[in-house]
């Protein structure tokens, strides 16, 4: 199975401040990854899927790039509504669609 | 509007059985693959099992395998997790989740609120 290996798994950071989050697979996944959104008590929000495509309604903040195994999430401005965790995943190996172990971003 | 709907969690004993569903409404389920995903108190995502949109194939988590079995049924759109051999580790949120595509290694774009599952004497 794909491992994915998010860095770091948690960050403190300000409003505006600009933040990435790293998610590294342990072989080629392509573009096939997924960003997600979670916030306590909630279902995971869909970001961004193929790597860096936003999906309908994020914020154009929201950005991913890489491929093959190094990935990131960038958020340009954070906002307050950001303060969540993140997961990566990886849909080129199925199964299993293996997650990431997430990253908390919190308010410093 | 596209939306799901788990049901079925609850409290049960080790070694118990419960069964949850998830029943999907404003889209074709039929043409959906369709996948669990947990997460267990306080840690991350745990990718549990999957089927594909006519039930022919189903894939589990190691940690799983042979204790859930996941199925269908297409004319009541509803998806289902039957879990036995419960164990502590399984005391989880479950969630139901259809990717954004008829293909089935889709990002997904639609989640379930979760049924939370507590595993406990």
């Known amino acids: 199975d794909i491992q994915l290996t998010q860095s770091p798994s948690f960050l403190s950071a300000s409003v505006g401040d600009r933040v990435t989050i790293t998610c590294r697979a342990s072989?080629?996944?392509?573009?096939?990854l997924a960003w997600y959104q979670q916030k306590p008590g909630k279902a995971p929000k869909l970001l961004i899927y193929?790597?860096?495509t936003l999906q309908s309604g994020v914020p154009s903040r929201f950005s991913g790039s890489g491929s093959g195994t190094e990935f990131t999430l960038t958020i340009s401005s954070l906002q307050p509504e950001d303060f969540a965790t993140y997961y990566c995943?990886?849909?080129?190996?199925?199964?299993?669609?293996?997650f990431g172990g997430g990253t908390k971003v919190e308010i410093k | 509007e596209v939306q799901l709907v788990e049901s079925g969690g609850g409290l049960v004993q080790p070694g118990g059985s419960l069964r949850l569903s998830c029943a999907a409404s404003g889209f074709t389920f039929s043409s959906y693959a369709m996948h669990w995903v947990r997460q267990a108190p306080g840690k991350g995502l745990e990718y549990v099992s999957a089927i594909s949109s006519n039930g022919g194939s189903t894939y589990y988590a190691n940690s799983v395998k042979g204790r859930f079995t996941i199925s269908r049924d297409n004319s009541k759109n509803t998806l289902y997790l039957q879990m036995g051999s419960l164990r502590a580790e399984d005391m989880a949120v479950y969630y139901c989740?259809?990717?954004?595509?008829?293909?089935?290694?889709?990002?997904?774009?639609?989640w379930g609120q979760g049924t939370m599952v507590t595993v406990s004497s």
């Open positions: 193929a790597a860096s």
């Open positions: 995943q990886q849909l080129n190996s199925y199964p299993p669609l293996t």
């Open positions: 989740a259809r990717p954004r595509g008829v293909r089935g290694t889709d990002a997904f774009d639609i």
């Open positions: 072989q080629g996944i392509s573009s096939y």
